[in-house]
């Protein structure tokens, strides 16, 4: 063999073994990239899950927060009924007690101004048995519109109570 032969055979060989070197380390940096790549992707799961996790906990709060607000409304909405009918009831009972002269309206006259009452008799001898103003009973049917419009007048305060009640418990 000669010089040539032999220089040929050597760089061969050389060349043989970097790229046998080259494919091992590209071999092994391959493992170690695979190795870290994983290691982000485990990381970036577990970030996932967490967040996942956290996005859970706030729907739960808030549907728990939901939950408790109908439940103190539809409380609310029940008193407010309850108020109401009770209202409505005790102006039926004025009525019928109205209707059947069971209770009078009256309403206090001013004796020094006979002018103006000229159709209202004078108050009797200190007979009777009341005591104080002189009095002027009301015609039923006036008695009942009043009563009407004190019941109107009833409800309304009622449901502004209800509208204010609603509106602090969206405010809490």
Avoid: F
Wanted: net charge positive; charged share 20%.
């Amino acid at each position: 063999m000669t010089a040539a032969q032999k220089l040929l055979g050597a760089l061969v060989l050389a060349g043989l073994l970097i790229a046998i070197g080259a494919g091992g380390a590209w071999k092994i940096q391959g493992w170690r990239y695979g190795k870290q790549l994983a290691d982000l992707a485990q990381q970036h799961q577990g970030d996932l899950s967490a967040i996942s996790n956290a996005a859970s906990a706030q729907q739960q709060a808030e549907q728990a927060k939901r939950l408790a607000l109908e439940q103190r409304l539809a409380t609310a909405d029940k008193a407010h009924h309850q108020e109401l009918t009770n209202a409505q009831n005790d102006q039926a009972r004025l009525r019928d007690r109205l209707a059947t002269a069971d209770l009078r309206l009256s309403v206090l006259v001013d004796a020094a101004d006979t002018a103006r009452c000229s159709n209202v008799p004078a108050p009797a001898a200190a007979v009777g048995l009341v005591h104080g103003a002189t009095r002027a009973r009301l015609d039923p049917a006036h008695a009942q519109r009043i009563v009407g419009i004190t019941d109107d007048g009833d409800r309304g305060l009622i449901a502004l109570q209800a509208c204010q009640a609603y509106v602090r418990e969206l405010g809490r």
